[in-house]
């Protein structure tokens, strides 16, 4: 964000300098394609710096500041999402699409997929905690087959990590709790089901949930607390069931996962990992809202001073445009060298924001990259980028257009 703030304040404080640069090159194209117009606009364009840049400024601060911020919490999202997620051992992910797939288990479908080296079948539920109003707890069942044997484990894997006690200390009623939760062995925890019944079970393990799965994750300190299926009735809120699978070759993930979309199509979504990372951080950014607010916002703030400098811009030149007009020049010629003025000068704080905004794109990869990250990741917003500027360039040459208009017939009348 600093690297943000020191590139519009450079910028900022070289516009004076850079419009004048930036219209004059911009410039070079209407004169070269409208012939006296043209040309007319880029010397006004460049002899005008001060109304050039009180109109390529509003532009230019605009895109930099919206699309840089933009780029910046964009980027924010996408490193923490990566950090959490790229310890994922799972090759396949199959996540249930609505509460009523869990009633379908595809777990002998699963089996019998030669490929297939590892899978658990996890169902989850939000549960109320007595005593906490508002907030919530996450059950996970893991069948008791899998957790048969299961032990203290060290490494990562798509199964819990027993830290303290083990998988045969869980029983009706008995629950292992994340480890950097706030409870500890020996602890009795009365959860409320979907009707407000209570149930109460006692503490009986600490565990490390399989990393990379936010599903399986404890969030916002709230608890988490694994059971076998069978051990704690699951009458909580929002079923999910999330299947983990590991492929005796990374090469068969792809064919693993074509298999499992065929047949389960309809209940649950199945993903190779890069697939169940990347959908995880286009969720995350399409939840930004504040993004939008803060695009549609800026724009117009952006298209009132722009409009007013605009005015302002032609009225100081109703004078000399009524001078070329004595000497022969047709109106339609000045209006028109009006509007290509003026878009020659919003072009040109475009420009300048596009300098800026690659230059914040630049250290935003930079980070990435020194903090183990692809720089492929790096969020480019174009399309912002380009929308923003196609409503600035319009409302530009609509404002110019009507200013003229209106000077011509103050002269006439």
């Known amino acids: 964000m600093l690297e943000v703030i020191l590139v519009i304040t450079?910028?900022?404080?070289?516009?004076?300098?850079?419009?004048?640069?930036?219209?004059?090159?911009?410039?070079?194209?209407?004169?070269?394609?409208a012939?006296?117009?043209?040309?007319?606009?880029?010397?006004?364009?460049?002899?005008?710096?001060?109304?050039?840049?009180?109109?390529?400024?509003?532009?230019?601060?605009i895109l930099t500041i919206v699309i840089s911020?933009?780029?910046?919490?964009?980027?924010?999202?996408?490193?923490?999402?990566?950090?959490s997620l790229y310890p994922l051992k799972a090759d396949v992910i199959a996540t249930s699409l609505d509460s009523d797939a869990k009633n379908r288990n595809p777990s002998d479908l699963i089996e019998g997929i030669p490929e297939v080296r590892d899978f658990v079948t996890y169902q989850t539920q939000q549960w109320a905690m007595e005593g906490s109003p508002g907030q919530t707890a996450t059950v996970v069942w893991e069948p008791a087959e899998q957790?048969?044997?299961?032990?203290?484990?060290?490494?990562?894997?798509?199964?819990?990590?027993?830290?303290?006690?083990?998988?045969?200390?869980?029983?009706?009623?008995?629950?292992?709790?994340?480890?950097?939760?706030?409870?500890?062995?020996?602890?009795t925890v009365r959860l409320l089901d979907r009707h407000d019944q209570p149930h109460e079970a006692r503490v009986v393990a600490l565990v490390r949930s399989p990393?990379?799965?936010?599903?399986?994750?404890?969030?916002?300190?709230y608890p988490l607390f694994l059971t076998a299926e069978g051990d704690l009735p699951q009458l909580g809120e929002d079923a999910r069931t999330i299947i983990p699978i590991s492929a005796a070759n990374p090469t068969d993930a792809q064919g693993i996962t074509s298999r499992l979309k065929s047949e389960l199509q309809g209940d649950f979504a199945v993903q190779t990992r890069q697939e169940y990372i990347d959908d995880f951080i286009q969720r995350g950014l399409s939840g930004q809202t504040a993004m939008t607010v803060m695009i549609v916002g800026g724009t117009v703030l952006a298209l009132i001073f722009m409009m007013q400098s605009i005015?302002?811009?032609?009225?100081?030149?109703?004078?000399?445009?009524q001078r070329l007009n004595q000497i022969g020049v047709?109106?339609?010629?000045?209006?028109?060298?009006?509007?290509?003025?003026?878009?020659?000068?919003?072009?040109?704080?475009?420009?300048?924001?596009?300098?800026?905004?690659?230059?914040?794109?630049?250290?935003?990869?930079?980070?990435?990259?020194?903090a183990g990250m692809s720089m492929a990741l790096t969020p480019v917003p174009v399309g912002r980028f380009l929308l923003v500027t196609v409503v600035l360039l319009l409302v530009a040459?609509?404002?110019?257009?009507?200013?003229?208009?209106?000077s011509r017939k103050t002269e006439e009348g």
């Open 10 to 33: 450079t910028v900022y404080l070289a516009a004076p300098i850079l419009v004048v640069l930036t219209v004059s090159i911009i410039g070079l194209i209407p004169a070269k394609a």
């Open 35 to 61: 012939g006296g117009p043209g040309l007319l606009a880029r010397q006004r364009a460049r002899k005008e710096s001060a109304g050039s840049t009180a109109i390529a400024l509003p532009a230019m601060m």
């Open 69 to 83: 911020l933009v780029a910046a919490a964009q980027a924010g999202s996408i490193g923490g999402a990566v950090l």
């Open 147 to 187: 957790l048969q044997g299961q032990k203290v484990q060290n490494s990562s894997s798509i199964h819990f990590s027993f830290i303290q006690g083990n998988s045969s200390d869980l029983g009706s009623d008995r629950v292992a709790v994340n480890q950097d939760s706030s409870y500890s062995i020996g602890d």
């Open 211 to 221: 990393e990379g799965i936010p599903e399986l994750s404890a969030g916002n300190n």
């Open 311 to 321: 005015a302002i811009s032609a009225w100081e030149r109703k004078r000399q445009n």
């Open 330 to 370: 047709v109106w339609r010629s000045i209006v028109w060298s009006g509007v290509m003025e003026t878009l020659t000068d919003v072009a040109g704080g475009a420009v300048m924001a596009l300098l800026a905004i690659a230059i914040v794109e630049g250290c935003i990869a930079l980070s990435f990259v020194q």
């Open 397 to 406: 040459v609509f404002t110019s257009w009507v200013c003229s208009l209106q």
